[in-house]
């Protein structure tokens, strides 16, 4: 339990100027920050992404479709259900989730081909707050000009369906068995209000709450497990004293275990 390892991974997409509190090293674009998954969750992965260009078009699969492909007997990874929260936005920033109509296989395969996949997907445009869900299946993108806060289950099975011409193996026959050509169940994408103690994701992987001020009862007995806390405002407290702060991220033995701030906030994830 503890403060997590961090590795900030380079991206052509990148950013060389970071939302604060993160800095990117001198000559490097950062796109991802990444935190180790500990041993007690080892289930889940907590990323920022950061956006300057627009990422491919790209699908992951369940955990069943993952073990009936043998893609899970091949590089041990299971399937990648994920949720995004946009921390900062551009003006005109859009995240590409689901289809505007239903599609199928052969018409997801021209249109990938052809690259007007992307005009089929829906481009929502975003602000700080938005908040969704990604089911394994669905076919998404993250534009450029975005922040965010992605929590995932710990997998690196990625198909891209469409890169925009650059050079980077596409993955159309393994994508396509798995992608879903239809659109994002609505209720799959919300906004969450800048304060208030909030639940953002509830599934069969993982679950994922806002948390302000101090926790009450119910959500500290509803965190009574090994846990992951992201601080968003303020300082938290670890029960062997180490502090965190915006930027952080770290593991603990439960919610009563840790210190947070009656002016703080932070987001809480467990498994499910």
């Known amino acids: 339990m503890g403060k997590l390892a961090v590795r900030m991974v380079d991206k052509p997409w990148g950013k060389d100027v970071l939302p604060a509190p993160f800095v990117a090293p001198a000559g490097e674009r950062i796109g991802e920050v990444w935190f180790v998954p500990p041993p007690e969750v080892p289930s889940l992965l907590v990323k920022y992404i950061f956006t300057s260009q627009a990422l491919s078009v790209q699908v992951h699969p369940s955990d069943a479709q993952a073990e009936a492909s043998g893609e899970t007997a091949r590089t041990g990874w299971g399937g990648k259900e994920e949720c995004w929260l946009v921390i900062d936005?551009?003006?005109?920033?859009?995240?590409?989730?689901?289809?505007?109509?239903?599609?199928?296989?052969?018409?997801?395969?021209?249109?990938?081909?052809?690259?007007?996949?992307?005009?089929?997907?829906?481009?929502?445009?975003?602000?700080?707050?938005?908040?969704?869900?990604?089911?394994?299946?669905?076919?998404?993108?993250?534009?450029?000009?975005?922040s965010l806060i992605e929590i995932q289950q710990n997998s690196d099975i990625?198909?891209?369906?469409?890169?925009?011409?650059?050079?980077?193996?596409?993955?159309?026959?393994?994508?396509?068995?798995?992608?879903?050509?239809?659109?994002?169940?609505?209720?799959?994408?919300?906004?969450?209000?800048?304060?208030?103690?909030?639940?953002?994701a509830s599934g069969r992987y993982f679950t994922a709450t806002q948390v302000e001020g101090l926790p009450d009862a119910a959500l500290t007995a509803a965190y009574d497990g090994p846990l992951l806390v992201i601080p968003r405002l303020g300082t938290v407290r670890l029960a062997d004293g180490t502090e965190l702060h915006p930027g952080d991220c770290a593991s603990a033995e439960n919610l009563a275990s840790v210190g947070l701030s009656a002016d703080g906030q932070a987001i809480l994830v467990k498994p499910a």
């Open 89 to 146: 936005a551009e003006p005109g920033a859009t995240l590409g989730v689901g289809f505007a109509g239903h599609l199928d296989e052969a018409a997801m395969r021209s249109a990938a081909l052809d690259g007007s996949i992307e005009d089929l997907l829906v481009w929502h445009p975003v602000q700080a707050g938005d908040f969704f869900y990604i089911p394994a299946g669905t076919v998404h993108a993250i534009g450029a000009g975005v």
């Open 158 to 200: 990625t198909y891209r369906l469409y890169d925009y011409g650059r050079p980077r193996e596409l993955h159309l026959d393994a994508g396509l068995k798995v992608a879903r050509g239809e659109p994002l169940d609505p209720l799959l994408h919300r906004t969450i209000p800048a304060h208030g103690t909030i639940e953002l």
